[in-house]
């Protein structure tokens, strides 16, 4: 069994001037891993209409799922719904189902459901919601593609909520190994252990921390024999290592 | 005069797969940012040959500048030169400068020079060698497109080098102000401001913190006088805001 694919876009002007560090594609890659679907690319691009098009239409057509964060709250910069549907040539426009949630949501706090918030309502033709229990307004989504929140804590909710309804593959296992050498002596080893497990992706980071200077051995998969097989045979190349 | 544009390339299946969160990225952004560059796009892709050489590709023909991370050390998964040498379609070759290079830090530190760690002087066909003050293996430019490390502290150094030779435009200026209002309060008046000064980027970033909720409003733009002139009008607009 293959595992499913995936592409992030992550939409904002904070994240490129620098302003804002971003933390969901992280989170995301993450809890996709965890799932068993595999990121494969990510993408951060600016609040911009066509912008925003032309990387939805390349990324959902070249991935089996596509997430996006940011551009969905009340303020003019907030465009991203709007180019979703572009990219879909569908229509948008306020949905009851979305007001109505709203609607509540405000008359609870005492605040106005104006023309602003309203446009959180906004939803492409054909598509479905995905709840926030954190501020209400809702994400959505259309086709393979789930558009959700820039806010960290609400993206990290509406992920919670979407995934558990997307059909995940195998988890993608990984293991490691810290060896107090440098990358340029595991080097050689490492590369015939990774011709032996071709089904395998080896990887090394080498860490410079408080002193200690290394070399972080990472094992990743979808088969846990083959996985152990490949640690055990590591364990034998470096036996000073730790797992 | 406009600013020159800029994208990045983050090259690594660590960061996709959620073991490493990527700071390269955020760090890179600040300071184009700084410098008068802007950054257009990022993209975060696998260690994969196909996939770097194609993305290189595209981002160096619609961008001024090409900045890359990851994927110059010794080991089998380092394969960010021989991709960007593929990329320009020139040859890459151990370089003797770049041999000396390494041949004087592993001397002075003992180590041995061996085939893996020789592969970090693998050098496309007339690149410029970006110097790397922290672990000597070096990075490079080949035309427009600059190849760093991943370790963050490498590719800080690297880009405090590179960054001078850079010609930038007027730096890209920012200034905020914080007001105890949702978004959504805030969205009509600042979206008419917004069309008044249509020569700047005006953003909201709502916040919740420590109880407190209100938003950040952000203004950005290079002529110093007109961003002042949209202060005034802001803080006119939301006199209880703090700037």
Do not use: K
């Amino acid at each position: 069994m293959t595992n499913p694919t995936a592409a992030m876009l992550v939409i904002g002007d904070e994240i490129l001037s620098g302003r804002t560090r971003d933390s969901n594609m992280h989170h995301l890659a993450g809890e996709l891993t965890r799932h068993g679907i595999i990121l494969q690319e990510a993408r951060m691009i600016a609040d911009d209409h066509e912008t925003i098009v032309a990387a939805v239409n390349t990324l959902r057509g070249t991935h089996d799922h596509l997430f996006t964060s940011g551009g969905i709250g009340p303020t003019h910069d907030d465009i991203t719904a709007d180019a979703i549907a572009a990219a879909f040539g569908v229509t948008i426009d306020i949905r009851d189902d979305a007001r109505a949630l709203l609607a509540t949501h405000y008359a609870r706090s005492g605040q106005e459901l104006n023309a602003a918030r309203l446009r959180m309502a906004r939803i492409p033709e054909g598509a479905r919601l995905i709840e926030n229990p954190v501020s209400t307004a809702p994400g959505f989504s259309l086709g393979n593609t789930h558009v959700m929140a820039g806010v960290p804590n609400v993206f990290q909710a509406m992920l919670a909520g979407l995934l558990p309804n997307l059909t995940g593959g195998a988890p993608l296992l990984s293991q490691s190994l810290r060896v107090e050498r440098g990358e340029g002596d595991v080097a050689a080893p490492l590369g015939a252990l990774a011709q032996e497990f071709p089904d395998l992706s080896f990887g090394s980071y080498p860490f410079n921390r408080n002193g200690a200077h290394g070399t972080n051995l990472v094992v990743r998969g979808t088969d846990a024999p083959r996985l152990e097989a490949a640690m055990l045979a590591l364990c034998a190349l470096f036996p000073d290592g730790m797992t």
